[in-house]
């Protein structure tokens, strides 16, 4: 089974500086892909960033960019000059493998961002 | 627009009625999620269609949900006999790729309310 697990619940920024939101996740697969998912007061969730877990690179994103740790399971959201915009709950997700007939997305609780004036 | 509909967007119900909640995907995405989301926490998974494929049941909380996927595109949601803890944001979202690398698509959810 996977497990994925934000350890913070909230956080806050003052505008245009940085701020980074921690993940970390368990899977037996070896190959897989990591998402964080952005959702505003609407509700509807938005693709931020992914990576590939084969790819040693980190991904970025304009202002988005993760901390990809492979060995230490880890995947954290940095996200740089932070704007009024960016405030809504942050969601890191990790697949399973297509093996056949499942293939779900594993979230995390989510966290909170805040963005002070 | 061509993203993903849900409907309706709020529903408030008395316990022990039944509800439907409906998920339009994006035309030509194969599969289909449902999840849950509960206040203050992360989003629970429900069930998944791929295709023709069986579906994948799993997160299914009780015999009470049920859901279907008709001519492989619209879904229907059913809980039968609402009690207070199924109040929650029910997700619906959708993928192009059956071989899954990429993102879901969500819509906006359906807030149910049982009273």
């Known amino acids: 089974a996977q497990t994925v697990t934000q350890s913070q619940p909230e956080m806050s920024v003052q505008e245009a500086e940085t701020v980074t939101l921690s993940c970390t996740y368990d899977?037996?697969?070896?190959?897989?892909?990591l998402f964080w998912y952005k959702q505003p007061p609407s509700r509807q969730m938005i693709l931020v960033i992914r990576q590939e877990a084969y790819k040693q690179q980190n991904a970025t994103e304009n202002r988005f960019s993760v901390n990809f740790q492979k060995a230490a399971k880890s995947f954290s959201l940095k996200i740089s000059d932070s704007q009024l915009g960016d405030a809504a709950m942050y969601f890191c997700?990790?697949?399973?493998?297509?093996?056949?007939?499942?293939?779900?997305?594993?979230f995390g609780k989510g966290i909170t961002l805040s963005v002070r004036p | 627009g061509a993203g993903v509909s849900q409907s309706p967007s709020n529903k408030v119900t008395e316990k022990g009625k039944d509800v439907e909640l409906r998920c339009d995907p994006i035309s030509g995405h194969t599969a289909l999620y449902w999840y849950r989301q509960s206040l203050g926490q992360g989003l629970e998974f429900l069930i998944y269609?791929?295709?023709?494929?069986?579906?994948?049941k799993s997160g299914l909380p009780s015999d009470r949900f049920s859901a279907e996927r008709t001519g492989g595109s619209v879904s229907t949601l059913t809980i039968q006999r609402t009690q207070q803890e199924d109040s929650a944001v029910y997700l619906c979202?959708?993928?192009?790729?059956?071989?899954?690398?990429?993102?879901?698509?969500f819509g906006e959810g359906s807030r149910l309310t049982v009273l």
């Open positions: 979202a959708s993928s192009p790729n059956p071989r899954f690398t990429g993102e879901l698509f």
């Open positions: 899977t037996s697969e070896s190959d897989y892909y």
């Open positions: 997700a990790c697949p399973r493998f297509y093996t056949g007939a499942n293939s779900k997305l594993t």
């Open positions: 269609f791929q295709g023709n494929s069986a579906p994948d």
